[in-house]
């Protein structure tokens, strides 16, 4: 069982940047693609970017050019660098695991961070 803990969400203001950490635990995280979702205040869940075992990263449309997703597997970790964040981007932020292939993993989600961009 691999545990993600997310850290680094709170209150911005429009414009201003915030960091997102999620670190995973056990020895799948290196061989696992990671994505960050959000669940906007009355909305369905989106997938805002993902980052494959080997770096390719692919961002939804909303948050291209503004967002970066990147991962340290030295340490088991993968980020979320938000720049020029808008009220819109408010939302509970989640880190997932995606299955990695090996019997029996079904992936990993974490319990999620609030954001919330307001003046």
């Known amino acids: 069982q691999v545990h993600l803990a997310e850290s680094g969400g709170g209150l911005v203001e429009p414009g201003g940047s915030l960091r997102l950490s999620c670190a995973a635990s056990?020895?799948?995280?290196?061989?696992?693609?990671m994505a960050w979702y959000r669940r906007p205040p009355g909305k369905q869940r989106e997938m805002v970017a993902d980052?494959?075992?080997?770096?390719?990263?692919n961002y939804g449309d909303s948050v291209k050019g503004r967002f970066t997703i990147s991962r340290d597997n030295r340490k088991n970790t993968v980020y979320l660098q938000m720049n020029s964040l808008k009220p819109e981007d408010t939302a509970v932020y989640y880190c997932?695991?995606?299955?990695?292939?090996?019997?029996?993993?079904?992936?990993?989600w974490g319990q999620g961070t609030q954001v919330t961009v307001s003046s």
């Open positions: 056990g020895s799948l995280f290196s061989i696992s693609a």
């Open positions: 997932h695991r995606r299955p990695s292939g090996s019997a029996g993993d079904f992936g990993s």
């Open positions: 980052i494959s075992s080997g770096g390719f990263t």
